[in-house]
């Protein structure tokens, strides 16, 4: 029950507007990849393509292997969690999860049967003859899932799920998703702007700008070795300078024109690139680290942003003498 | 998908409303030859109205009815709304609605025939001023234009008080909130805060008023007596005892103009798609 | 301020019940006249307007004309509504004002319009023809109270119900219009009061069998009567229980 998607040369123009710019996009069976952007990026564009709401102005969305040109959101063999759950308000659970299959012309017994297997599976046994709102928040979105999950599609869609949950609950949320998702086995596109989400659940993440693909890899690829600005800039905080003729700002480097890319936990009194001395400008603590504002002495002007160890004891004024151990160069 | 679902109404419509409407304007064309009608496109029907005084003065009855009416059921009810809106503890609020609208659901005929029994020679209201000395000879009442105003804003002061209450419930407080803090008094409140957003909701509620009053016939037929004539009444008249079916259409014709008249005049602020 | 507050809703209530209240008291005159005086309590009016025939076969009438012409106003509306509120179609602005448009039109004009064409086309007066012309005057009132209603959670729960497979039928018969039970419920009920209550309309397109408005017009043609009171309080009755029935039942429950 799971199967590939793959997304060919795929635009979508509303009127003048460009929503989607020549997408392509292989995913594997059983994968869980997720489509990361800002708003208006184009994600739930695609998304919204692959489920067949909506139909692309050009270009062609196989789902194991099948043209999906001209079928209906109900004989595509995908389902969605939507963001707003669209859970039917007049039905129990069992009525709500069952729905797909009493579509499919499933018997009463054998849709409740699923039904409770279903909300077993999402950690809602024995509430089947609730209704959608005697629930909390998150446990509609439970509910949301095991409805889509019920029917066994091969793809599933998720449409910013997590949205509508507090940030404690969305990282609890997170881990379950991902653990519901290794045990059926089937494939999760999810759709997402907020890149921790990202990280923490997907084998592989889409990030999307402007209705490009900006950049492609799992999460740990993605950070530390980002393919583009755009994307090196979304997945966390960096810092850019830029490199030409051997030179930056602060010094003479060894690396290729282009723009410099340093994580600030990246940089440290021992890293190996050398920055050289640089004055602490402000300090804010964080908890988990010691975040730094420096301006390197032989560019006074320049800002790097810095990680310090938890412990370090900086007051404004001192002078640091700083490399990075990490760094990548893209071009400009 | 979209069209098949649209099109029974749509074609309802047509067929049962805009058609007819077009077979009247037709109709209205036509002229009487003794009790034969004769088609062809002779304006003699509108001619005959705009100069037969018996017939513009039927209009202008019609229009001096309809906006005193109109007038005068916006400005008692919008008080009342309010009240109960703003006056009415919470939980009593709906039952109070309730209540002030009540009699919207006797029968339309009953309520102008009950008005009758009220203001007339003998009733209510005159063996109520005679006995308490205030008056020596009844008052007339009955079969004048005054009762057909006092059945008509009867009537509309109820529908008016529901749509001006539904509107002024949906206000957040924090709007009259907002505007004390910043130091507008009561009345600077009202004026320039909750009145311009309940407009839309009044001009629709008075538009609506506007279109049932002006084409009601049997109001002005039970309380108004037979000494002036309103362009329904004419209307039923030239249906009824000369059978003057074009005449009738041509008098139902202006009597359309005016309610599009009185569209356009309120089209700024008018949301008939949310009664 | 505030006593005068009180002092005007005492007024305005007074003033909104004291043709009901004359109307309904005068019912049990015991006499010939429904005025002052007062001349003693009876029932007897009731027991007569009961018996008269006309008068029960025409509330019959009514009754038969109000729900039969309601239902097919409210599936039609609803169904429009559906469509307009989902589906982008080209035009959808005009359609909706198309359908909307009769509310701003007197029933006069209607059942005059209708009268035209109806003798036009040699269709015999009946409860029928009095029925299609209630359809048109209550159509645009479920169109637009459902389609008020139907707000992103409808459209997203319709969504859902398709993505899992739903063909477009199931989707309006399990999803949109249990959704919208109280809206269908209020416009249903709001028709078949307004066609209930309708005279012109009714009384221009019926001939032999009639509604109960136009038999109480013609009971009125002979003189005011305490019958005529104690039909209108039947009405009134009937009316009054079905707006708290409403209440009760599909309003309190929608909150």
Known sequence: ?332 | MGWGLVAPALLWTAAFFVLPFAAMVALSFAHMEGREVVRGFDPGNYIRIFTDWTMLKALINSLEITVVVTVVSVVLAYPLAAIIAFRVPARWQRLALLLAVLPFWTSYVVRSYAWLLVLGQNGVVNKALLSLGLITEPLEIAATRTATVIGFVHFFVMLLTLTIYANLIQLSPNYARAAADLGAGRWQTFRHVILPLTLPGVVTGAFLTFVLCIGDYITPQILGGNAELTLPQLIMLQLGRSGNFPLASALSVVLMAVVTLAYFASSRWLRLDRV | MRALSWAYLAVAYAFVFLPVVVLVAFSFQDGRLPVPPFQGFTLDWYGRVLGERDLMEALVNSALVAAVSSLIALILGFLAAHALARVRLPGSVLMRGVLIAPMTVSYLIIALGLLTLFNQAGVRLSLWTAGVGHVVINLPLCFAITYAAMGDQQRNAERAARDLGAPEWKVLALVSAPMLAAPLAAAFFLSVTFSWDEFIIAFLLTRFDVTLPVEIWSMLRSGISPATNAVGSLVFLVSVTLVILLEVFVFRRAK
């Open chain 1, 1 to 332: 029950m799971t199967a590939g998607v793959s997304i060919r040369a795929v635009t979508q123009r509303y009127g003048s507007a460009l929503a989607l710019d020549a997408v392509d996009l292989e995913i594997a069976a059983g994968e869980f990849v997720v489509l990361l952007g800002p708003s208006g990026c184009g994600k739930t564009t695609l998304l919204n393509i692959i489920g067949g709401f909506a139909e692309p102005t050009s270009g062609s969305v196989l789902i194991g292997g099948r043209d999906m040109a001209g079928v209906a959101p109900k004989d595509r063999p995908t389902t969605t969690v939507f963001q707003d759950y669209a859970l039917f308000p007049h039905m129990t659970l069992a009525e709500n999860v069952g729905f797909g299959l009493r579509m499919r012309g499933v018997s009463r017994a054998a849709r409740d049967a699923k039904a409770e297997e279903m909300l077993a599976l999402v950690g809602l046994e024995g509430r089947a003859a609730r209704r959608p709102h005697e629930l909390s928040g998150g446990q509609r979105q439970r509910v949301a899932l095991a409805r889509a999950l019920a029917v066994e599609p091969d793809v599933l869609l998720l449409d910013e799920p997590l949205g509508a949950l507090d940030l404690k609950l969305r990282r609890a949320m997170q881990d379950e998703l991902k653990a519901i998702q290794r045990r059926v086995g089937t494939t999760f596109v999810h759709v997402t702007h907020d890149q921790e989400e990202a990280m923490a659940i997907a084998d592989r993440i889409v990030v999307m700008n402007g209705g490009r693909i900006a950049d492609v890899g799992p999460p740990r690829e993605l950070y530390l070795r980002p393919k583009s600005l755009f994307s090196a800039g979304f997945m966390g905080e960096v810092n850019k300078v830029p490199v030409k003729g051997g030179a930056a700002a602060f010094g003479p480097v060894a690396v290729p024109d282009g723009v410099l890319c340093i994580r600030p936990e990246a940089i440290s009194e021992g890293g190996r690139l050398r920055i050289g001395p640089c004055r602490v400008v402000e300090t804010v603590f964080f908890g988990t680290y010691l975040r730094a504002h420096v301006a390197p002495l032989a560019a006074p002007d320049l800002r790097l942003v810095v990680h310090l160890p938890q412990g370090a004891e900086v007051a404004a004024g001192a002078v640091m003498d700083l490399g990075a151990q990490d760094f990548t160069v893209l071009e400009a």
